[in-house]
């Protein structure tokens, strides 16, 4: 029978795929196995299930004698070290299916709730100065008939480009290779330059994965590069953005708000940001429904399965 190290706790549902055939190991009275523990169980296991807070490097390749497969439950992979699992003969896999439409559907939740101000009220109505419900208020900015850019236009790019147009908001985009032709007719999505994309959306969302290529992508230069209504919006990876140079464009109103489900140092946050009323926070929360949790551990498990059993397509990173 293989042997299944999970490094948190892992929804039932989706370890039903998995009982009976495989033996799994899994944190019982507690969220995750520390790093330490993984390190003294790793030799006797097949299979690594890492979650994105994992950091799956060589030290904990090298301990695993007998690993084959890990099987990352999450779609973005930075948590691995690919390369090296390539060079060891380990496969990767991850989700893409089923992290799809929870995170497009949280940043445009995310985008909405920036542009129209919905955490800031939230916060001052509970206060006892409260908000302002005079007629002269004008807090917020309009969605409808603005240009959404989105950088990375992958699955998750393309579900909230699908969103905003139901909004509608124009498409631009820039990814490393240009979409066909069909698809970019499905959201009327126009290719551009990064650097136009930044000078000329008035919403601009960071859909692309952590590589060493994307690391800190966007830092002062392209803040400064950003209208000075722009709201921008992370639901990818903290490591893409320069945390402090994101922190001065927003304190010094360069841009006119962030709304941000991941960060550099997760789950530190930088304190300044918790201070400023232009910014939207959550914590790393995009497919944090108990639905789309239990699609996604059902997925993972698949992959386990698909790998030595050939009776699912399995999501192959390397
Ligand atoms: C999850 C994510 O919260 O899929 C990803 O890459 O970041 C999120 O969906 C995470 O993977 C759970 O470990």
Redesign the pocket.
Known sequence: MKRVLIT?RLKPEGLTVLNDKYELTLPKDRSFFSREEVLELIPEYDVLV????FFTDKEIMDRGVNLELIS??????NNIDVDYATRKGIVVT??PKT?RE??AEFAFALLLGAARRIGYYDRKIRTPQGVSWGTYTDAGLPVFGKTLGIIGMGRIGQSLARRAVASGMNIIYNNRNRLAEDIEKQYSARFVSKDELLKTADFISLNAPSTPETYHMIGEKEFNMMKQTAVFINTA?GDMVDEKAMLKALKENRIWAAALD?FENEPHILPELLELDNVLLAP?????TLEDRIA?SVEMAQNIVGFYEGTYPISRVN
């Open positions: 948190y890492p979650n994105f807070s990352n439950f999450g779609v973005g992979f991850n989700i992290t929870p995170t990876r991941v790393h929360a995009g497919t944090k996604m």
